[in-house]
């Protein structure tokens, strides 16, 4: 029988998460944010907030790149692999070639940056985030390049996919998670001290990312959509919240990852599909309520097999 202390761990880690996701949806509900709130909150964590966070979070951590070296070749190969799985599977399950780009993004490109990111913050402090960010450079240069490599495949006969290299290319130099993470590397790799307002300048900036971020989420919950959700949905949102997981922390254990490290993979590898990934699919002329919808199924879902993983994980004493 699992601890008292199990329990409070896997809960402290995925109710604040869920009750600021609950009041973002109460907010938009009272009209106290709207649309246009959201757009430019939105705007403001992804081009400096998150970034700013990323950066302090490696550049404070002197541990050094060497350390993770092999905590970042997993996640790089662990997501071509989820990526490659989903790509191989999608025409079994997916009967619409147009949707099987959409099936597969949704099964493999996780919210690490923000979602992953506020779990690892929950669970182990301002260390599991430095981890974190390690993992995250390489998942966030994958999720880009293999999302447009699966929807030109898919959409290949749709307007526009045509300028998808170049589009994926730019995208990625200008990326301000990459961008900050890549800055913040010197830092951390040559032990230069940063002065303490500096310090706590960013600690102010990066203050506002997770909350702001998570309330922008759950404003954007759709659930009427949701209840008319499609097969495919609901298959990429099981394949994003339990076999994605499941396969990558088994793959980590294999690789000898234990402890807290584990529980940043899992936590990291768990969370919901990105909200990127329906930004892309619009612009790519796919089907954009798909991918709105996969987003909704496994931003709900995945903090109760968040929890669930936690408990087995920590009642095991892995993590």
């Known amino acids: 029988m699992m601890s008292w202390e199990t329990w409070q761990f896997a809960f402290s880690v995925t109710v604040p998460n869920l009750l ?62 989820s990526w490659l799985l989903l790509e191989l599977a999608a025409p079994f399950l997916v009967r619409e070639k147009k949707e099987r780009g959409v099936f597969v993004q949704g099964g493999f490109r996780g919210n690490a940056a923000i979602l992953g990111v506020a779990y690892c913050a929950m ?12 993992y995250i450079v390489m998942t966030v240069i994958l999720y880009n390049v293999l ?35 890549l800055t913040g590397l010197p830092f951390s790799l040559f032990d230069v001290p940063l002065p303490d307002v500096l310090i706590r300048t960013g600690s102010y900036v990066s203050s506002i990312a997770l909350p702001l971020a998570l309330l922008c989420t759950g404003a954007s919950l759709d659930f009427r959509s949701m209840l008319r959700t499609s097969n495919t949905a609901i298959l990429a949102s099981i394949a994003r919240v339990l076999v994605v997981p499941t396969l990558l922390v088994l793959g980590a254990m294999l690789c000898g990852f234990k402890g807290m490290t584990l529980g940043i993979i899992f936590l990291l590898s768990a969370t919901p599909t990105a909200a990127a990934s329906y930004v892309m699919t619009r612009a790519m002329g796919g089907n954009a309520t798909l991918a709105a919808n996969i987003i909704g199924l496994t931003t709900v879902g995945s903090f109760f097999t968040t929890a669930l993983g936690l408990l087995l994980l920590r009642g095991s004493g892995m993590i």
């Open 20 to 81: 600021m996701l609950l009041m973002g949806i109460g907010l938009r509900r009272f009209r106290l944010i709207n649309d246009e709130f959201c757009d430019s909150a939105s705007r403001l964590v992804f081009n400096l907030a998150l970034p700013c966070m990323l950066f302090f979070s490696i550049a404070t951590n002197h541990s050094g790149l060497t350390h993770h070296l092999l905590l970042m070749s997993f996640a790089g190969v662990g997501t071509f692999i």
């Open 123 to 134: 669970a182990f402090g301002d260390e599991g985030v430095a981890i974190a960010s390690f």
């Open 147 to 181: 999302s447009v490599v699966t929807l030109t495949r898919s959409l290949s006969d749709c307007e526009g996919s045509g300028l998808a290299v170049f589009s994926m290319v730019k995208n990625i130099v200008k990326n301000p998670l990459i961008v900050g993470i």
